[in-house]
Nanobody
Framework: QVQLVESGGGLVQAGGSLRLSCAAS????????MGWYRQAPGKQRELVAA???????TYADSVKGRFTISRDNAKNTVYLQMNSLKPEDTAVYYC?????????WGQGTQVTVSS
């Protein structure tokens, strides 16, 4: 069984920064995909950033140049560095790992950006 534990959310003023972490534990043999999603009230969950097994990354247009996704393979951990935060970044952020043929989700962490 694989568990994902997120940390790092909180309240920050516009223009500030936060760093999210998501650590996986359990039976982990091959992680194909690590991603961060977010869901704001009344909106659909959307992909924010992802990093693939080969190291390539992708970002939502709305966060390009402000957010950076990275990983520590030895710790089975993915990070999301969020800079120049805007009120519209307010949402619950979820990490997602694709391990072999299964998807796993973190419990979600609230990020609130005040104007």
């Amino acid at each position: 069984q694989v568990q994902l534990v997120e940390s790092g959310g909180g309240l920050v003023q516009a223009g500030g920064s936060l760093r999210l972490s998501c650590a996986a534990s359990g039976s982990i043999f091959s992680i194909n995909f690590m991603g961060w999603y977010r869901q704001a009230p009344g909106k659909q969950r959307e992909l924010v950033a992802a990093i693939f097994s080969g190291g390539s990354t992708t970002y939502a247009d709305s966060v390009k140049g402000r957010f950076t996704i990275s990983r520590d393979n030895a710790k089975n951990t993915v990070y999301l560095q969020m800079n120049s935060l805007k009120p519209e970044d307010t949402a619950v952020y979820y990490c997602n790992f694709a391990i072999r043929t299964r998807n796993y989700w973190g419990q979600g962490t609230q990020v609130t950006v005040s104007s």
